[in-house]
């Protein structure tokens, strides 16, 4: 089975534009997740794929490989999508280019669903979280994830899901962390569909899988993560760094 990792970074981001290209460290954000990524050892090969020559550079300018979009686009997977019909590959791996803490234990974790008992159910794979503080359940930036017993999502939303409606309900929030393991067929056949309703609305690409009947499976991960979607998140990402190893 060949797995590939392709990181989407698009350089006008809209809550935080040229994000990608802040510094992390004594890196960029995009950089760091790249090398990140290369250093879990987990994949034969990875991409950044860009509509910037600028992130291109970054990346080829430091020894990595990186892919330069044809068409614009209106999210990451529709990005990837165009970049791997002519890769030869099994399993896709899409790492956010705003998600710079990858480890190779979360994703270790996600790729294994593919080998698991119900491995033919699924057409792609992504990490939940537990949300530990209230601040984060009310956040819009921060994109929550409802499953079944089964591990399978039933919705994602920048709203609190589900509503607490009595305060003495016990009751659990899962973020959706921004990693995604498809099968190859699964993402070209997501680029087809064309943007859905919900994912109109909510922002949230994979609301396109779920409307289309498409079954994610969600891989529960207990390691920290978080993207970074305002300057504060850098502020977040800078301070965390100095404090721990990518």
Do not use: W
Not at 24 to 51: P, Q, R
Not at 98 to 105: G, H
Not at 155 to 167: E, G, H, K, L, V
Request: hydrophobic share 40%; proline share 4%.
């Amino acid at each position: 089975m060949k797995i590939i990792a392709m990181i989407p970074a698009r350089y006008q981001a809209t809550r935080f534009p040229a994000k990608l290209m802040q510094p992390l460290g004594d890196k960029t954000v995009i950089l760091t997740t790249y090398e990140a990524t290369v250093a879990t050892g987990l994949f034969n090969e990875v991409y950044v794929v860009t509509d910037s020559e600028i992130i291109a550079s970054e990346i080829t300018n430091n020894g990595g490989n990186a892919i330069m979009s044809k068409t614009a686009h209106e999210c990451g997977s529709d990005r990837i999508a165009e970049a791997v019909v002519n890769i030869d590959c099994d399993i896709i791996l899409n790492v956010q280019g705003d998600e710079p803490f990858t480890n190779r234990k979360s994703l270790e974790n996600l790729l294994a669903v593919f080998k698991g008992g119900d491995a033919e159910k699924i057409d792609l794979a992504s990490i939940r979280t537990l949300i530990k503080n209230a601040e984060d359940i009310e956040n819009p930036n921060c994109v929550k994830v409802v499953t079944g017993e089964d591990g399978f999502a039933k919705y994602f939303s920048r709203s609190p899901i589900p509503y607490n409606r009595t305060a003495d309900a016990s009751v659990t929030y899962f973020k959706h962390v921004g990693i995604y393991a498809f099968r190859k067929q699964a993402i070209l056949d997501f680029t087809k569909l064309g943007l859905s309703p919900l994912e109109a609305a909510e922002k949230i690409e994979c609301l396109r899988f779920l409307e289309n009947g498409r079954q994610i499976k969600m891989v529960l991960s207990n390691e920290t993560t978080f993207g970074i979607d305002t300057p504060q998140d850098l502020v977040k990402a800078n301070d965390y760094l100095k404090n721990n190893a990518i």
